[in-house]
């Protein structure tokens, strides 16, 4: 699922090494404005506050046939205000320009190429969102308005939650996930009139300590992979996979009861029932019910839900 970052107000001036060709001339004195429409959170999933700033800045590029391109990180999220992380100007230019742009903490950039390898895991650091732009061309500003360059997801999110389904209290005496692949490997290609995205083959599997002894009152949940109880759906990044049917297991044993009425159930769950593939830009939630009958599994499937709240500013 795509986001849109609209760049407004960027003043940047770049070194003549940086900039165009020293023979173009300027279209208008008026700066490659840019602003930016999204809220910060959205950008990772973890709750980190140091980890989260780290991936605030976007590292934005014009492409005008010089190298190198690069024109500057946009912005910077700190103190709960965007600021521009360079005081520079940088105007139209007679040519076209080819802008595009990720999120700073992306990977590494050669030639006109972002790679990505990662391997991603339940700490803090590793749940960093990556998002990666269309190519916008353009050879001068729209009547002042802003350049709007769309952004796209280079991961998935999924989650998987036990919730008590009776009316009284659960004690989780164990459970785990097995099954998810957490080692992956992307290109994006930049160079073409549209970006490229090629992802590599995902190997490795997310582990974690088993959450044991987690007690949960009526409808209340637990988050299996973040190995925690949790007031809502917990979502973790994952790189984009086939998953084939009973690819996941989740492995349960869970109490109903206290003292002398107390009952212990044990069961494997395997997810999903059916083949699905998990695919960039998308929240996948498996749900799984107990309760003194049976388990009952719940499947959704969400685009990556975006804050819509008012649009931030940069100037």
Sequence with gaps: MKKTIIYSSLVLLLAAAVACNKTDSPVSEEPIRFAFATDAATRALNTNATEVLRTQTIKVYDDMGATPYYIDD??????GTWNFVSGHAYTWRTGSHKFFAYTNEAGTF?????T?????????ADQVDILYSDIVTKTQADAGQAVTIPMSHLFAAAGIMVKNATDGNVTV???SATGIKNQGYATVDFTGATT?????T????????TLSNVTLAANGMADVLGQAAADAAAYWLVWPQAIAAEG?????EYTIGAGTTAKKYTSEVKLPTAAVEWKAGYKYLYTINVNPHDIKLEFTVTDWVENEGQDIIVE
């Design 248 to 252: 996941i297991t989740v492995a349960i």
């Design 196 to 200: 490229a995205v090629t992802y590599g």
């Design 110 to 114: 050669a030639s006109g190429v972002l």
């Design 74 to 79: 946009a912005a910077a999220y700190s103190g």
């Design 173 to 175: 005496n164990s459970v």
């Design 202 to 209: 995902v190997s490795g599997s997310l582990t974690g300590s």
């Design 116 to 124: 990505v390898s990662k391997t991603l895991t339940t700490a803090d």
